[in-house]
């Protein structure tokens, strides 16, 4: 995989980002809130990230779009190809960053990607939490 990816799997028009927000579907944590929007012509899921001036710094604003574009990399393999996504960083996501790093990012927004039911419909008895020892 090339580190410079195509733009094709990034929101990068700001008519993009207003119709996820005005027509999608939003779930929210204590760190990030994610708005998706389903598109039947995307071939991967498409993301966006809003990180404004209240997060912190550009250094810190920088920090937290990284993170949150590397814990998206980890699980965009197992959404459904037909979504726009955006994730908004709440003022909160620099602290998160700054106190769990990625492992905190992962946890928070794979926390609201199952709320939001994205994930692609795993086989029967794939679950490992089913299973039992015996």
Known sequence: MNPRSSSR???SR???FERVYRQGRSTANRH???YTFPNPSADRPRLGL???RK???AVERNRVKRMLREAFARVEGELRNDQD???VARPSAA???ERDGLAGVDASLGELIAKAGMRVAEPPGADPAAE???
């Open 55 to 57: 997060v912190g710094g």
């Open 50 to 52: 809003s990180v404004s």
């Open 132 to 134: 039992t020892s015996g």
């Open 32 to 34: 990030l809130v994610l």
């Open 9 to 11: 799997g990034r929101l």
């Open 14 to 16: 700001s008519a993009e």
């Open 95 to 97: 602290e998160l960053v």
């Open 85 to 87: 996504i955006v994730v």
